[in-house]
């Protein structure tokens, strides 16, 4: 066999997701055939499929020192920087490749997502216009640059625009399961507005037909569940969220034993651990953790909180979990003396390191939000590293709180615990067991804001949060609605956008007959 049927061959594997045996083929023709470029770029390729980025940038960076115009190396190359967070380099790289070839499609789309991750929401939407603007020129598929689109016109809350590009979708691609979840989650359903009937009536003739595989299906039957959701059919909503859920418990599995371990070890670390020994180095500016369980409340307090003219609002950082788990865990266990030994360090690098991962970000405040609701895992890290911070605790009904989460679709692989409605019960009474846990070790350090109670005295519960905060008061954060400052990307989108209101307030009462086993599962 020669060169290029080799190469071919191990193309193959590689596209069937076989990566051990693309890096043994590749180990073996690189010793043929040494310092060949397409080789080590395969071999990159491969690590990055099983997720080993570090490795994988070792070979992209080998293939373009063999040859510097290989630009599909580059690209791989930034997106694996973009995965490890080094976020400066991979920008640099992008552009240099889109210097070299204005036309390399996939570095538009990849360049966008990282501005995506950095908040440069703007940028992103002229480099997916750009993406789509040469797909239609080279006659390749524009669907998935017009998703991004859509989903970046929709965090800005350009509503005109957002429509306009997810029908575009549509009309090239009307089944796609993707674009018609993303829709539904901008509608609010009624009987009295047939557009939104119509979209019912095509989601269902999508689920019927027999080639739709069971991930796509699964996103079809979340986007009915909240259509019916949406018009108080409850029997309807149930089974199309028992069906979105049973389905993805098939294809993914369930994390839950995990997080649970994660949080029983976190106790027995902290158990000990004298919190008010703080590093003594840290960053001027402060950053304010909203945390709590996702879909309680998190995304609207980073609303009301980075509507203030001296706040920057980061949106849901996943930063802080990445450099702890990095550091400080192996195998869900955490070395407690290395963590000692980092804290009395004369650097605070683990506080450096989070500030770096801001650097393209043009941050002119020195008051930033994190909204990442996991953070109410890492509060003792956050005591002990970032000593000038403040830790607010967005707190929801059990019931309402468990619901939203087995209602919606998270992408996240660290929320694989969503799809059973035994794990999501679970998850949250092991949560309330840590956050019993800071709240006796630190009771001084943690504001818990309840959603019920902002939702029904907000003014106060608001100036309350600011106080607490040290901002001083500022009235955009009564009118966060009217403001796109800071972009949204959760799911939350539709609701942050809205001025208060309390319909969310016991929702689980007309499905506490259906969803039985997390209800009674709840401590």
Not at 244 to 273: G, Q, R, W, Y
């Amino acid at each position: 066999m020669n060169f290029i049927e080799k190469a071919k061959a191990i193309q193959n594997h590689y596209m069937a997701g076989k990566f051990e045996k693309v890096i043994n083929e590749c180990k073996i023709v690189n010793k043929k055939f040494p310092n060949n470029s397409f080789i080590l770029n395969l071999t990159g390729m491969a690590f990055q499929g099983l997720q080993k980025f570090n490795r994988s940038i070792y070979f992209f960076e080998l293939a373009i020192k063999a040859d510097n115009f290989n630009i599909a190396a580059m690209n791989n190359l930034a997106n694996s920087l973009k995965q490890t967070e080094q976020f400066v380099r991979a920008n640099n790289i992008y552009q240099e490749i889109i210097k070299k070839d204005p036309n390399y499609l996939n570095a538009y789309n990849n360049y966008a997502n990282l501005k995506i991750i950095t908040n440069d929401v703007e940028g992103a939407i002229e480099l997916y216009k750009k993406a789509i603007e040469i797909a239609y020129k080279a006659k390749v598929d524009p669907v998935r640059f017009l998703l991004h689109l859509a989903s970046a016109y929709q965090s800005l809350n350009k509503d005109k625009e957002f429509l306009l590009t997810i029908k575009e979708a549509l009309g090239l691609d009307p089944n796609n399961a993707i674009a018609h979840r993303i829709l539904s989650s901008f509608y609010k359903y009624s009987k009295e507005n047939p557009e939104t009937m119509d979209h019912i009536s095509k989601m269902n003739s999508i689920i019927d037909q027999k080639n739709l595989n069971m991930e796509d299906k699964a996103k079809i039957f979340f986007a009915l569940g909240k259509a019916h959701d949406d018009l108080k059919i409850v029997d309807k909503a149930v089974k199309f969220f028992l069906a979105a859920n049973h389905s993805f418990s098939k294809i993914i599995k369930s994390n839950i034993t995990d997080e649970i371990e994660i949080m029983e070890n976190i106790k027995e670390l902290f158990k000990e651990v004298d919190l008010n020994l703080t590093h003594k180095n840290f960053s001027s500016k402060k950053i304010i953790f909203i945390c709590g369980m996702p879909r309680s409340g998190t995304t609207l307090t980073e609303q009301i909180i980075a509507s203030h003219k001296k706040v920057y609002g980061a949106g849901e950082l996943t930063y802080l979990n990445n450099i702890i788990t990095n550091n400080f865990m192996k195998k869900n266990f955490f070395d407690k003396k290395k963590i000692l030994e980092t804290r009395d360090l004369a650097a605070n690098i683990i506080n450096e390191k989070f500030f770096e991962r801001l650097e393209l970000y043009n941050i002119d405040k020195q008051v930033i939000t994190d909204k990442a609701p996991i953070n109410f895992a890492w509060i003792g890290f956050i005591k002990i590293f970032f000593p000038n911070s403040k830790i607010v605790h967005c707190k929801r009904n059990a019931q309402d709180t468990c619901l939203s989460i087995y209602k919606n679709f998270f992408t996240s692989t660290k929320m694989n615990w969503t799809w059973a409605q035994k794990d999501i019960s679970d998850y949250y009474n092991n949560y309330k067991s840590l956050m019993n846990f800071w709240n006796t070790k630190i009771p001084n350090s943690i504001y818990t804001i309840e959603y019920e109670k902002l939702v029904s005295n907000n003014e106060q519960e608001i100036q309350n949060l600011i106080k607490f905060c040290e901002l001083d008061w500022d009235e955009n954060c009564l009118n966060f609605y009217k403001s796109a400052k800071t972009p949204i990307r959760t799911i939350s989108i539709s609701q942050a956008r809205q001025p208060i209101y309390n319909s969310s307030v016991n929702s689980s009462l007309v499905y506490k007959d259906y969803l039985k086993e997390m209800f009674d599962n709840l401590k």
